[in-house]
């Protein structure tokens, strides 16, 4: 199994400012997604990150706002842009391995005040 | 397309009791399904998964899940649950190469 580095693990933000997350992976995987876990909710796919194409994003969501970067097979970041107290949440990568297996960064809890 | 329901958003259970989490799917083709379990603060740890292989799958910490296709469900059991497995879980189906979530069921145990 892959294991995921994600960072910053939690951070609080000023509105209207941006951050941005990354997420490092110890072997080379071809698709990359980020979620998002609201206060209480499940997990909702933000977007899926190719190396060399851009991200697909989910209905909902869009570039401008949830910027991807994925410049190679072990890395991405994820930027929350303009931010509100609407955007707190945790926000997670995860990467898809052989045999259907989907492994899990721990996370980043965003708090925008 | 395909979705995931968890009935029940939050069960509890008596610390040696019999947990059952129940998950059913909307699939138009075969699916892979799995279940999440997340702790407070924590990150997604994969408790087990279907492929097409066993109907009866056997996850980690004693849990495990029985594929039903006449009834479209997944639901976890545990035989007999323990103060640790106090957490939230997440039904999942994968239906191209990404993850849907039903919405979780927080469990509780009491001693």
């Known amino acids: 199994s892959a294991v995921i580095s994600q960072k910053p693990s939690r951070d609080i933000c000023q509105r209207g400012t941006s951050l941005t997350i990354q997420c490092q992976v110890d072997s080379q995987v071809t698709m990359m997604f980020w979620y998002r876990q609201q206060p209480g909710q499940s997990l909702t796919l933000i977007a899926t990150?190719?190396?060399?194409?851009?991200?697909?994003?989910e209905s909902g969501f869009v570039i401008d706002k949830f910027p991807i970067s994925r410049p190679n097979l072990t890395f991405s970041t994820l930027t929350v842009s303009n931010m509100s107290p609407e955007d707190s949440s945790i926000y997670l990568c995860?990467?898809?391995?052989?045999?259907?297996?989907?492994?899990f960064g721990s996370g980043t809890r965003l708090t925008v005040v | 397309a395909q979705s995931v329901t968890q009935l029940g958003s939050h069960v509890s259970v008596s610390e040696g009791a019999l947990v059952l989490l129940r998950c059913n799917y909307s699939s138009s083709v075969p699916p892979y399904l799995f279940w999440y379990v997340q702790y407070p603060n924590q990150g997604l740890q994969l408790l087990l998964k279907y492929t097409s292989a066993a109907t009866l799958v056997k996850g980690i910490n004693g849990f495990e899940a029985e594929f039903k296709k006449s009834e479209t469900s997944f639901h976890l059991t545990k035989p007999s649950a323990h103060m640790s497995d106090a957490a939230e879980y997440f039904c999942?189906?994968?239906?191209?190469?990404?993850?849907?979530f039903g919405k979780g069921t927080k469990l509780s145990v009491k001693p």
């Open positions: 990150a190719n190396q060399g194409s851009e991200a697909t994003y």
């Open positions: 995860s990467v898809e391995l052989q045999g259907n297996t989907y492994t």
């Open positions: 999942a189906v994968s239906p191209h190469g990404n993850l849907i």
